[in-house]
Nanobody, 129 residues
Framework: QVQLVEPGGGLVQAGGSLRLSCAAS????????MGWFRQGLGKERERECV??????????DYADSVKGRFTISRDNAKNTVYLQMNSLKPEDTAVYYC????????????????????WGQGTQVTVSS
């Protein structure tokens, strides 16, 4: 059974920075694309893909809304994926989830939530104006 644990999150002022981490256990972490998703208040059915990083770590992808501000990275030796968030805006306020691809060694990382078979519990990020 795959487990994803996300400590972190919190309250930060606009323009500030925050780093999220997600520790994985239960399978070969390095074989799977990892993604960060977020779900804003009142958007129960909409989970936006923020960033993905392929299993080898060499390919990343970002939502247009966070390009140039967020950076996804992974440390396969520590089974951990990170999301560095800079220049935060109030509209970044959401519950952030890390997720692990359901398929190993997927060539083109997906930004579709249904392609991810395992999810963290979510962590609240609040950006005040």
């Amino acid at each position: 059974q795959v487990q994803l644990v996300e400590p972190g999150g919190g309250l930060v002022q606009a323009g500030g920075s925050l780093r999220l981490s997600c520790a994985a256990s239960g399978r070969t972490f390095s074989s799977y694309t990892m993604g960060w998703f977020r779900q804003g208040l009142g958007k129960e059915r909409e989970r936006e893909c923020v960033a993905t990083i392929r299993w080898g770590g060499g390919r990343t992808d970002y939502a247009d809304s966070v390009k140039g501000r967020f950076t996804i990275s992974r440390d396969n030796a520590k089974n951990t994926v990170y999301l560095q968030m800079n220049s935060l805006k109030p509209e970044d306020t959401a519950v952030y989830y890390c997720a692990a691809d359901a398929l190993a060694f997927r060539v083109l990382p997906s930004r579709t939530s249904r392609e991810y078979g395992h999810w963290g519990q979510g962590t609240q990020v609040t950006v005040s104006s």
